[in-house]
């Protein structure tokens, strides 16, 4: 068996409004916490111990997750008083684990999607006699991400941070945000203050002649760290693109929750999501969009690539593209919300405040 520790203690800072009550694993994601897709997928490779690593509205996280046992896991949770980065927060778990010196401890960032095929990644981890194995993905655009260049082996050669020239692209393999560490090396970690994996923790490894594996899986990869993204990975569980054992329900172009309500002649597409308890009225239109418990869309409105927040009213014939808005909020009829505009928590938009010219 082997245990792992999963990394939810980030602010999601860029995720906010979504992130102001809800710490960020925890936001929905095809209908239920995004968590719940990384716990099942951790069981279903034979993760049976987990300990999450938990800071931010960190008391949300036991309460609804309990001891894991619905999920068929034993969780454990660890609070860090003061943020501790990555590898601080590794670190400050490493007395719950339960692993020998020798033995794989799987390791996941809680803001990822992905397909990542985790027994691969712990047997490529075991048959290399790595000290850390890391999942790599390779991109079109790696200049937002840390490079990882490796050699034929796939054994690491550098980490290289966010190059921006041509020179500096010598590849286009980037840390995907799972790891395999002997369990051993967890214990190199100073304890007790801010450390960062990327970079520290590893480039230090490095240095020093550790052995560094590098395993590129191509599949399904998904950094679920901005509004557009998280709604995108959400209809992407949905329409089956993602995978996920969790998904509660069928996949298809839509997912309604029991509880919610949607008129007969509105239309959900491009793997929508209706929250319990939320409401969609005649006429509207949903396409790839996330409308979280207790929403409201009222008649003709239309909604694409966007989320609606727990407890949110979008007014009639409003129309919603790439716009996220927050919990509670109010948006009166006939307003036009476009191309990543955000709408805090609790604010009230009259009707016919925000509209777009047609040469627009």
Not at 10 to 37: D, I, Q
Not at 166 to 184: C, K, L, M
Not at 290 to 302: I, S
């Amino acid at each position: 068996m082997t245990e792992a520790i999963l990394l939810v203690g980030g602010k999601g800072t860029r995720l906010r409004p979504l992130t102001v009550h809800t710490p960020k694993p925890m936001v929905p994601a095809a209908g239920v916490p995004f968590l719940t897709h990384q716990l099942a997928r951790a069981r279903a490779a034979g993760v049976e111990h987990i300990v999450l690593a938990t800071s931010y509205l960190a008391e949300v996280f036991e309460p609804y997750f309990g001891d894991g046992s619905e999920l068929g896991l034993h969780l454990e949770y660890v609070t860090e008083e003061e943020p501790l980065g990555t590898g601080g927060a590794i670190r400050n778990v490493a007395s719950r684990l339960h692993s020998a010196p020798e033995d794989p401890v799987l390791i996941f960032n809680g803001d990822i999607l992905t397909g990542l095929d985790i027994p691969a990644l712990v047997t490529t981890h075991e048959t290399s006699g790595a000290d850390v194995s890391l999942h790599l993905t390779r991109v079109d655009d790696p200049r937002a991400y840390g490079l990882v260049p490796t050699d034929d082996t796939g054994r690491v050669q550098a980490f290289l941070e966010k190059p921006q020239t041509p020179e500096e692209i010598v590849t286009d393999q980037i840390n995907a945000g799972a790891y395999v560490f002997r369990r051993s090396v967890i214990d190199t970690i100073p304890a007790g203050r801010p450390v960062s994996v990327e970079r520290e923790t590893f480039p230090e490894l490095l240095a020093s002649g550790a052995h560094l594996q590098g395993m590129v899986d191509s599949t399904y990869w998904l950094d679920l760290g901005t509004p557009q993204a998280f709604v995108r990975g959400s209809a992407d569980l949905v329409l089956g693109r993602a995978p996920s054992p969790a998904v509660p329900g069928r996949r298809g172009e839509r997912l309604v929750l029991p509880t919610a309500e949607v008129a007969p002649d509105a239309k959900l597409t491009g793997g929508t999501v209706v929250g319990a308890g939320a409401r969609v009225g005649a006429g509207a239109r949903i396409s790839g969009s996330t409308v979280l418990e207790g929403a409201v869309v009222e008649p003709g409105a239309v909604v694409t690539d966007s989320l609606i927040g727990a407890g949110a009213r979008i007014g009639a014939r409003t129309v919603l593209a790439g716009a996220v808005v927050g919990d509670g909020a109010r948006i009166g009829a006939d307003n036009e919300l476009r191309d990543g505009v955000r709408v805090w928590c609790g604010a009230e938009l009259a009707d016919g405040a925000v509209r777009f010219s047609s040469d627009q």
